[in-house]
């Protein structure tokens, strides 16, 4: 009997245990990963963005991101360099205050003073890299984050000399050197840079000096292009090409953000010019190309115009 109860003893404990056993559940912690940083803080990680308008993707466009070199978020006040005069100064680096901006998770909400209310995606690629996407559209822009005292604002203007001329009305001659051979130039007092269609255009004009910008007679029409110097980070070759009366080579200088030096090897003289009627550009109405444009020129493709 003893022996009997001592087994029964250990039976029942063994079916306790075993039954406790089956009923207890094991449940794992799940873990869900939150952001490390929000969004406000990538866009306030850099004081300057960098548009790379050469990687754009899709066949729309975000107009005041398409019209400027970098763009900015401040504390809720959205800022942009649409101009190359004064970059680097104008805003103290940040440019012009063009909007208000708001994060919403993975969004930012940008009201333009021009172009409107705009809801775009953003995806962090890179520690400085960023792309905005709109859904609207279906267009994609790159942007490269930098501080003010790194970012090298020197070379988005020489990079963008041609940008630089449209933004003066006109531009008048007030120099011509002494020296240097008689040649038709010598009789232009007046040069226009424009952007026309999907081509750069220029107006030439043998008005005097002095005269009201609104009553000048441009003589030549044509079109002009500016390109790079070899081991000259900042010379361009400023091309002429009038219509039907051949093309005029320069070396262009920029003296200021106001006045050019223009050497015409041909004939050894020096002009200087100085910009009149500064256009301060807050949407793609003039100046900058829009991305279609873009991707439709091509160095060799251009488009004359008349008056």
């Known amino acids: 009997m003893k022996t009997l109860k001592i087994l029964s003893v250990l039976f029942f404990g063994t079916f306790l245990l ?10 794992e912690d ?30 729309g466009e975000i107009p005041f991101l398409q019209k400027a070199f970098t763009v900015s978020f401040e504390d809720g006040t959205f800022y942009a360099n649409n101009n190359l005069v004064g970059i680097g100064a104008n805003g103290n680096g940040f440019g012009l205050a063009v909007g208000y901006y708001n994060t919403i998770g993975m969004d930012v909400d940008i009201s333009h003073d021009i172009d409107g209310f705009y809801s775009i995606q953003v995806t962090q690629l890179g520690a ?62 007046y040069l226009s840079f424009l952007y026309n269609g999907s081509a750069d255009n220029f107006r030439s004009s043998q008005d005097v000096n002095g005269t009201n910008i609104n009553s000048l007679y441009f003589d030549y029409t044509g079109y002009y292009t500016v390109d ?50 500064y256009l301060q550009f807050k949407s793609t109405e003039n100046g900058k190309k829009t991305q279609n444009d873009k991707k439709r020129m091509k160095k060799s493709d251009f488009i004359k115009i008349t008056t």
């Open 128 to 189: 400085n890299e960023i792309r905005l996407y709109d859904a609207v559209s279906n267009t994609s822009y790159y942007l490269e984050g930098y501080q003010r005292n790194t970012f090298d604002y020197d070379k988005v203007f020489y990079d963008n000399i041609h940008y630089f001329l449209h933004e003066y009305t006109t531009w008048e001659k007030v120099y011509t050197s002494e020296f240097g051979a008689l040649n038709e130039f010598d009789d232009e007092n």
């Open 18 to 27: 075993s039954s406790c056993t089956a009923d207890i559940i094991i449940e």
């Open 30 to 59: 799940v873990y869900i990963e939150e952001p490390s940083i929000s969004l406000n803080e990538v866009l306030n990680s850099y004081e300057i963005w960098y548009i790379d308008i050469e990687r754009t993707q899709g066949s």
């Open 228 to 277: 790079d110097i070899d081991n000259d980070f900042y010379k361009k070759i400023l091309t002429l090409d009038y219509d039907y009366l051949g093309n005029d080579y320069f070396e262009l200088t920029v003296i200021n953000d106001r006045t050019i030096e223009l050497f015409h090897p041909t004939s050894g003289t020096v002009y200087q010019f100085v910009g009149r009627a």
